[in-house]
């Protein structure tokens, strides 16, 4: 059982509310009828409670029981009220119907080239994608999360690929090199021991050059 006392509670805590929280973690274990079981008990816990309640379960723990909260206050399927990782974050927010369908039946993905370009579709379970997929697939916002089409997911690979080539082409512009010197964004590094007047002239330039490129966005 979850170590909290029964004198870690505040005195105002109802007697209903005290016995439906202890209940409660008593049957919060890795199981999904379990996770049920819990949540049954802690919903009865009226909210302003179960915030002072839930503050006092330690580490990992009290998000596990916020979970299985979830499963009866808002439909989360107890499934992902255990799951950890990108899937189970993301699958918490899809709606009833969705959480199940996630867990039933495999999607559809796109196959996509290295320019982001599809090339196929292939029917997976979510719990078979890589993180990679899965960013494709289930896309997250602050409160919800959404599943997107192949060609959603494509478009997706498209934007990533094209801000790639943005960047690579921002940092390649961003490298002076002289016979006497290199200047890239960590700083100026002299090939020889000495600068003549003009190279020197030269090098002022180019550090002048390399910070307006530093400034752009």
């Known amino acids: 059982m ?6 870690d509670l505040p005195a105002d805590i109802g007697a209903g509310a005290r016995e439906a929280f202890f209940e409660g973690l008593s049957e919060l274990s890795g199981s999904v009828d379990c996770v049920r079981r819990a949540g049954a008990a802690f919903a009865r816990i009226p909210d302003g409670e179960w915030k002072v309640l839930r503050a006092r379960i330690p ?44 867990l039933r039946e495999p999607i559809e993905v796109a196959i996509t080239d290295a320019d982001g ?20 697939v ?55 021991k000495s600068l003549s007047f ?3 002239r030269e090098l002022v330039a180019d550090v002048a050059k390399m910070e307006t490129l530093n400034s752009r966005p």
Not at 2 to 7: E, K, N, Q, T
Not at 72 to 82: D, E, I
């Open 59 to 102: 580490g990992e723990a009290r998000r596990w029981a916020q979970n299985a909260r979830d499963c009866v206050t808002k439909g989360l399927h107890p499934a992902f009220a255990l799951m950890a990782g990108t899937l189970g974050r993301k699958a918490r927010k899809l709606s009833p119907a969705d959480q199940e369908r996630v």
């Open 138 to 192: 289930f896309k997250e916002t602050a409160g919800s999360t959404k599943i997107c089409t192949p060609k959603e997911q494509a478009a997706q690979a498209r934007a990533k690929v094209k801000a790639l080539a943005i960047k690579d082409s921002s940092e390649t512009k961003m490298v002076i090199e002289k016979p006497a010197y290199l200047i890239d964004r960590t700083g100026v590094k002299i090939k020889r």
């Open 117 to 136: 370009l599809m090339k196929d579709k292939r029917m997976m379970l979510a719990s078979e994608m890589t993180s990679e997929q899965l960013d494709r």
């Open 2 to 7: 979850i170590a909290v006392r029964v004198a």
């Open 198 to 200: 003009g190279q020197f």
